[in-house]
Each structure stands twice: as structure tokens, then as C-alpha cells.
């Protein structure tokens, strides 16, 4: 092994030498030992410099992490499932005609409470939304309840293939029923809900309490529709210095603060074929009565108020677009049976002697078949005279402050509003029409008068030549004149909005996005995740900030403390040395020549 010396690491006057046949075993390998451990803490000394030192590559690292954890999701590309830090959400509309299943994504919420979560439609690989419908309505299964879950079966197992099986105990799912549950008996719907509640979590992993299957109110699916379209409109961000449009908002419960600042929202305009809805936000000095009106907080923290809104909410069943027809020809059908009685006529009765309808195109036959009778109609194509004849539909009164049917309707400022209206509002100016988007009064009943005095033939012929929209088919071309004479009627005399309004926008897509209720239900039942999240993180930051309070802010206590323990060894070393100097080498050995070591005082 050959001589080991030590002198490079001491002063001149402490040096000296040692080898495995001069030095006594004990104090050679003792000496070794110590040695070993000086280096030991030079090398660890080493790493801590270069690797804990260097904030700038662990702040990298760090912000490359919160990337992952925290940047919005792209609204057009294929969602990447590979991403740990992604949560998924299901909502299934059980529509009276069908069910609509919808896969939503979001990734971890961002750590300001007064920020929603960034929730956006999951995509697939050809970036389309994951999205499944099905036919028929789930109402059908009234009779059969215990077929609820089967019925299910498909959309679920479609949801369940794109969502990653890691994520899916932690998938929270909603199977929310409308307007065809709605009219069902409640003990059919408690049936086909029990089905629900007790088969699914039997075959499948997702997040999915007894609450998260349930019909919904005409009320609560306003409320979601309004809270969909103003988030895909940006109105719930906080708002930025010399941020547009902002309102000043007195909350409730909170009169003694200052009013918050904000974004204005928009209301919501949606006519279907059954029902017609309207929702728009209220100032906290308007008295609604508790059933028209929706208080609540979308934050995730009952303490912070940035988000309560107060929203007046309505839905009109029996006033939508083909309820709406199917009454005026039942109206019809009682006019020509109380005529002909009365003055001994046929009209309506043969082909040759039609009735004549207004709401129709001009030479276009339709007929009406009713118990076991047919009506026949021929088009008369006159937009105002149709008006008339279908404003009574409304029972509007002459009561001030009202609305459809006499409903209560709290005052808007139409000129700081601003109303989108979907489903028919925007059939009606677009399918046909080609004038969807910015809402012209004018502009457009000069449109609809045109269309409805333009003779079937050249209709059907511009049809035939694809002048019309790919959504418009022969039904829509038949009832179109009806159709707008109906969707002017409920806006202008029904809720009353001005013939010069000009902040209406008919819409079925917002930023390339189809806009649907679900999306509102998942940002309400999940409102209360980012407190999660929020905790998780600050729990995580403490411990991140006792690593960094003993490692990295505090790396001169730690050279310090390296420091002492270095001179601790260096005096034990040369304490041995001089105890060596002063023994003789025998008492050195032990009895037998075994090594002894000295005591040191």
C-alpha cells in the first residue's frame, strides 16, 4: 500500500508520517476513518452548490411543473390524455327526444379563489368534442324502468373509452333529466332514477352519488344555459384596468361594502320546439319574486362574493316554436268548424276549397288531421296579417312589468344590455334567412315579408339549387313564415324589446363553440373544486417553503455548521497526535500484543 501522507492537508509544524508497519493499527485505521469522512463532507458540500444553489434551474423546473399543473387548455385541439394533470367531467342531457352525453376537461385550478376553473369540451384525436347522442328520450322507458341503466349503457361506455382508466374513480358524473321527465308521474321518474342510482356504479368506476341523477327545473336549466354562454364569453374573468363594459354591483348581504366591479353579463334568449326561455341578470334593488329569480355564487368560496349573481329566470311551456303552430291550428280547426256551422260553408273541408292561410307561403297546401277529420289549407303568404292572427298566443295583459301569460318581468336597461339568442331565434334568421349573427329588426322583416309572399314553386325551387342553409329541410322551408312572424312576436310584443334594440345576436356557435347548458351544470357542480385544489397547494407551499427555508435561504447556516464540524475533526486529529508523540509504543498494545486504544480525557 505504501506511504500515506497526510501533510498537504496541515501545517508545516503538524506534519507527519505514517504506513501500515510504523503506525499502531488502531490509530491508523481511526485516522483513515476521519479522513473518509472529511471527503464525505467535501463531496456532499459539492453537490449542495451545484445542485440546491442553482435557483434558476430549479425555478425552471418549477414553472415547467406549474405549466403542466395550470395552462389553459387549447379550445380547438385534440385534448392530451397522457396530461396527469388533467380532471375530467361528464354530463348526459336526458332530452325529451334523446340523450346527449358531454366529456369536459380542466386542468387544476390556478390558485386564485377568484378565478373559476378553466373547463373546456374534451376532444378526440381527430379534435372533434367527445360528444354521443341517443334516441329515444329516456322518458320513453316509463314503463320500463329497470332498463334505465341499459338504455345508459352505450354513452357511458363511449365516455369511458376516451377518459383514461387512471382518471376515472375521480371522473365526477351528472345524468341531469328536462322537459320529457318533467311531465312524467313522479313515481315513474323515481323509478327510472332508482334504475339509475343503483346499476351504474355497479358497472362502472365514475365519481357518481345518488344526487348527481335527478330531473331538473325549467328554472335550473335557464340558469345553467345563462352561466354557459357567459363563460364562453369571457364574463366571468376578472376584470383589468380600463376593462370595457364593467358594472358596478351591489351584492346581497353585503350592504355594507362598496358595490363590486365587474364585467357586465349578457342574457339569454332560447326558443325550442316545446318551451321558450329568458334570462338575464338583476340589480339587487329589484324585488322578483323567489321563483322567477336564482341567487348564487359561482366561487369556490362562500366567503368571497366576486361571483354571486342574481338572475332572473323563466321558463313559458306551450311556447315554443311547433307548440306555438300546433296551437294556432288548433285554432284554426275551431274557426272553420264555427264558420261553416254558422254560415252553412266548407271551407277547409275539400282541396278545392281550401283554407286560406297567412302564416303559409303564397300557393303552398298543407294539411291539418285531427280527430279522424283533414283540413285543408293553401298559403296566403301575408307576414302581418299572420302577425295578427297569432298575437293572442302570447296572453299578454295590459298590466305594466309583464311578460308572456301575464309572468312578471323586471325592467332591463336595454341600453347597457346584451341578449344572444339561441335554438329558433337563430333558425329563424339563419337556416333560411342567411342573416344569423347581429339582430336587424328591420332588415329582417323586410326579409320574412319577402319569404313569405315569394310563391312554394320558386321556394322549392331555390331549395332544389342549395340557396338555403345544409340545416334547412322541407319543414323548415313550409313553416318558415310562421316561424317568424312567431319569433318577432314573442320578442318584440312578448318581452317587450324595443323594435330599435340593437345589442341582440342570434347564435348557435360563440368563438367557434356550440353553446349548451351542460356546460353551466358542470361550472356550477364543480364551483366548489378549486377550494380543493387551493388548499392542496397552500398545504404543499408550506412544505415547500420549510425545504427552502432549511436549504436554500438558509445556505450560509449550513457552510457555517459544515465549518464547525471540519474544525471539530481537525482538533480530535491533532489531539491523537499528540497523545501518540507522548506514549511509548507499548502502551500502544494491549495484553497478547493486542492493540489498545489510550483513553482521551
Same mark, same amino acid.
Given at each position: 500500500?505504501?506511504?500515506?501522507?497526510?501533510?498537504?492537508?496541515?501545517?508545516?509544524?503538524?506534519?507527519?508520517?505514517?504506513?501500515?508497519?510504523?503506525?499502531?493499527?488502531?490509530?491508523?485505521?481511526?485516522?483513515?476513518?476521519?479522513?473518509?469522512?472529511?471527503?464525505?463532507?467535501?463531496?456532499?458540500?459539492?453537490?449542495?452548490?451545484?445542485?440546491?444553489?442553482?435557483?434558476?434551474?430549479?425555478?425552471?423546473?418549477?414553472?415547467?411543473?406549474?405549466?403542466?399543473?395550470?395552462?389553459?387548455?387549447?379550445?380547438?385541439?385534440?385534448?392530451?390524455?397522457?396530461?396527469?394533470?388533467?380532471?375530467?367531467?361528464?354530463?348526459?342531457?336526458?332530452?325529451?327526444?334523446?340523450?346527449?352525453?358531454?366529456?369536459?376537461?380542466?386542468?387544476?385550478?390556478?390558485?386564485?379563489?377568484?378565478?373559476?376553473?378553466?373547463?373546456?369540451?374534451?376532444?378526440?384525436?381527430?379534435?372533434?368534442?367527445?360528444?354521443?347522442?341517443?334516441?329515444?328520450?329516456?322518458?320513453?322507458?316509463?314503463?320500463?324502468?329497470?332498463?334505465?341503466?341499459?338504455?345508459?349503457?352505450?354513452?357511458?361506455?363511449?365516455?369511458?373509452?376516451?377518459?383514461?382508466?387512471?382518471?376515472?374513480?375521480?371522473?365526477?358524473?351528472?345524468?341531469?333529466?328536462?322537459?320529457?321527465?318533467?311531465?312524467?308521474?313522479?313515481?315513474?321518474?323515481?323509478?327510472?332514477?332508482?334504475?339509475?342510482?343503483?346499476?351504474?356504479?355497479?358497472?362502472?368506476?365514475?365519481?357518481?352519488?345518488?344526487?348527481?341523477?335527478?330531473?331538473?327545473?325549467?328554472?335550473?336549466?335557464?340558469?345553467?344555459?345563462?352561466?354557459?354562454?357567459?363563460?364562453?364569453?369571457?364574463?366571468?374573468?376578472?376584470?383589468?384596468?380600463?376593462?370595457?363594459?364593467?358594472?358596478?354591483?351591489?351584492?346581497?348581504?353585503?350592504?355594507?361594502?362598496?358595490?363590486?366591479?365587474?364585467?357586465? +353579463?349578457?342574457?339569454?334568449?332560447?326558443?325550442?320546439?316545446?318551451?321558450?326561455?329568458?334570462?338575464?341578470?338583476?340589480p339587487k334593488t329589484e324585488e322578483v319574486a323567489k321563483n322567477?329569480?336564482?341567487?348564487?355564487?359561482?366561487?369556490?368560496?362562500?366567503?368571497?362574493?366576486?361571483?354571486?349573481?342574481?338572475?332572473?329566470?323563466?321558463?313559458?311551456?306551450?311556447?315554443?316554436?311547433?307548440?306555438?303552430?300546433?296551437?294556432?291550428?288548433?285554432?284554426?280547426?275551431?274557426?272553420?268548424?264555427?264558420?261553416?256551422?254558422?254560415?252553412?260553408?266548407?271551407?277547409?273541408?275539400?282541396?278545392?276549397?281550401?283554407?286560406?292561410?297567412?302564416?303559409?307561403?303564397?300557393?303552398?297546401?298543407?294539411?291539418?288531421?285531427?280527430?279522424?277529420? +283533414?283540413?285543408?289549407?293553401?298559403?296566403?303568404?301575408?307576414?302581418?296579417?299572420?302577425?295578427?292572427?297569432i298575437s293572442p298566443f302570447l296572453n299578454k295583459t295590459n298590466? +305594466?312589468?309583464?311578460?308572456?301569460?301575464?309572468?312578471?318581468?323586471?325592467?332591463?336597461?336595454?341600453?347597457?344590455?346584451?341578449?344572444?339568442?339561441?335554438?329558433?331565434?337563430?333558425?329563424?334568421?339563419?337556416?333560411?334567412?342567411?342573416?344569423?349573427?347581429?339582430?336587424?329588426?328591420?332588415?329582417?322583416?323586410?326579409?320574412?315579408?319577402?319569404?313569405?309572399?315569394?310563391?312554394?314553386?320558386?321556394?322549392?325551387?331555390?331549395?332544389?339549387?342549395?340557396?338555403?342553409?345544409?340545416?334547412?329541410?322541407?319543414?323548415?322551408?313550409?313553416?318558415?313564415?310562421?316561424?317568424?312572424?312567431?319569433?318577432?312576436?314573442?320578442?318584440?310584443?312578448?318581452?317587450?324589446?324595443?323594435?330599435?334594440?340593437?345589442?341582440?345576436?342570434?347564435?348557435?356557435?360563440?368563438?367557434?363553440?356550440?353553446?349548451?347548458?351542460?356546460?353551466?351544470?358542470?361550472?356550477?357542480?364543480?364551483?366548489?373544486?378549486?377550494?380543493?385544489?387551493?388548499?392542496?397547494?397552500?398545504?404543499?407551499?408550506?412544505?415547500?417553503?420549510?425545504?427552502?427555508?432549511?436549504?436554500?435561504?438558509?445556505?450560509?447556516?449550513?457552510?457555517?455548521?459544515?465549518?464547525?464540524?471540519?474544525?471539530?475533526?481537525?482538533?480530535?486529529?491533532?489531539?491523537?497526535?499528540?497523545?501518540?508523540?507522548?506514549?511509548?509504543?507499548?502502551?500502544?498494545?494491549?495484553?497478547?500484543?493486542?492493540?489498545?486504544?489510550?483513553?482521551?480525557?
Amino acid at each position: 500500500m505504501g506511504r500515506f501522507c497526510i501533510s498537504c492537508l496541515f501545517p508545516a509544524s503538524w506534519h507527519f508520517s505514517l504506513s501500515p508497519s510504523t503506525c499502531p493499527r488502531p490509530f491508523n485505521s481511526t485516522f483513515r476513518q476521519l479522513t473518509a469522512l472529511v471527503l464525505l463532507t467535501v463531496f456532499v458540500s459539492l453537490l449542495y452548490v451545484l445542485l440546491v444553489l442553482d435557483k434558476n434551474r430549479w425555478g425552471r423546473l418549477y414553472q415547467d411543473r406549474g405549466d403542466r399543473y395550470f395552462t389553459k387548455l387549447t379550445d380547438m385541439e385534440a385534448t392530451d390524455i397522457k396530461n396527469p394533470y388533467l380532471n375530467y367531467g361528464i354530463v348526459i342531457d336526458c332530452g325529451s327526444s334523446g340523450s346527449r352525453l358531454f366529456v369536459y376537461c380542466w386542468p387544476r385550478h390556478n390558485g386564485n379563489p377568484h378565478d373559476l376553473l378553466d373547463i373546456k369540451q374534451m376532444r378526440g384525436r381527430n379534435r372533434q368534442p367527445v360528444v354521443m347522442k341517443i334516441k329515444p328520450g329516456i322518458s320513453d322507458l316509463a314503463a320500463t324502468p329497470e332498463k334505465a341503466s341499459d338504455y345508459l349503457a352505450p354513452l357511458l361506455n363511449f365516455a369511458a373509452d376516451h377518459i383514461p382508466h387512471s382518471k376515472h374513480q375521480e371522473t365526477p358524473l351528472y345524468i341531469l333529466c328536462t322537459a320529457g321527465m318533467r311531465i312524467l308521474p313522479e313515481n315513474q321518474q323515481n323509478a327510472i332514477l332508482e334504475d339509475l342510482r343503483t346499476d351504474i356504479p355497479l358497472n362502472f368506476d365514475f365519481l357518481f352519488a345518488d344526487s348527481h341523477a335527478e330531473v331538473i327545473s325549467g328554472k335550473q336549466e335557464g340558469v345553467y344555459a345563462w352561466i354557459g354562454i357567459n363563460f364562453v364569453l369571457g364574463r366571468f374573468d376578472h376584470i383589468s384596468d380600463g376593462e370595457d363594459s364593467v358594472v358596478e354591483v351591489n351584492l346581497p348581504g353585503t350592504e355594507a361594502q362598496a358595490a363590486v366591479l365587474r364585467k357586465r +353579463t349578457a342574457g339569454v334568449l332560447d326558443m325550442g320546439g316545446v318551451s321558450t326561455q329568458i334570462a338575464y341578470e338583476v340589480p339587487k334593488t329589484e324585488e322578483v319574486a323567489k321563483n322567477l329569480l336564482a341567487e348564487f355564487n359561482l366561487g369556490c368560496d362562500a366567503h368571497h362574493t366576486e361571483h354571486v349573481y342574481r338572475v332572473y329566470v323563466t321558463t313559458f311551456l306551450g311556447f315554443g316554436g311547433n307548440a306555438a303552430r300546433k296551437r294556432y291550428e288548433e285554432q284554426i280547426i275551431h274557426k272553420i268548424t264555427l264558420t261553416n256551422r254558422l254560415l252553412g260553408q266548407k271551407t277547409g273541408l275539400t282541396e278545392e276549397i281550401p283554407y286560406l292561410d297567412p302564416c303559409l307561403p303564397v300557393d303552398i297546401k298543407d294539411e291539418i288531421h285531427q280527430g279522424g277529420r +283533414t283540413v285543408y289549407l293553401r298559403g296566403l303568404g301575408d307576414f302581418n296579417w299572420c302577425r295578427q292572427m297569432i298575437s293572442p298566443f302570447l296572453n299578454k295583459t295590459n298590466e +305594466t312589468s309583464t311578460s308572456l301569460s301575464g309572468v312578471y318581468q323586471p325592467q332591463v336597461d336595454y341600453q347597457n344590455s346584451e341578449f344572444y339568442g339561441f335554438s329558433e331565434f337563430y333558425y329563424c334568421t339563419e337556416d333560411v334567412l342567411r342573416m344569423g349573427g347581429h339582430y336587424d329588426v328591420a332588415k329582417f322583416t323586410k326579409a320574412a315579408q319577402d319569404y313569405c309572399a315569394t310563391k312554394w314553386t320558386i321556394l322549392k325551387e331555390r331549395f332544389d339549387r342549395g340557396l338555403y342553409s345544409s340545416h334547412a329541410d322541407l319543414h323548415r322551408l313550409k313553416y318558415q313564415c310562421f316561424k317568424s312572424a312567431w319569433m318577432y312576436e314573442v320578442l318584440h310584443s312578448g318581452f317587450s324589446f324595443p323594435v330599435n334594440y340593437t345589442n341582440l345576436k342570434t347564435a348557435q356557435l360563440v368563438y367557434d363553440k356550440e353553446v349548451q347548458w351542460t356546460l353551466g351544470a358542470i361550472l356550477y357542480r364543480t364551483r366548489y373544486l378549486p377550494l380543493r385544489d387551493i388548499q392542496l397547494d397552500n398545504f404543499k407551499g408550506n412544505h415547500t417553503h420549510w425545504r427552502g427555508f432549511s436549504f436554500v435561504y438558509n445556505h450560509y447556516l449550513f457552510f457555517g455548521c459544515f465549518l464547525v464540524v471540519l474544525l471539530s475533526i481537525l482538533l480530535y486529529l491533532l489531539r491523537l497526535r499528540r497523545i501518540h508523540r507522548r506514549m511509548p509504543h507499548s502502551m500502544w498494545m494491549g495484553e497478547g500484543g493486542l492493540p489498545q486504544m489510550p483513553e482521551v480525557a
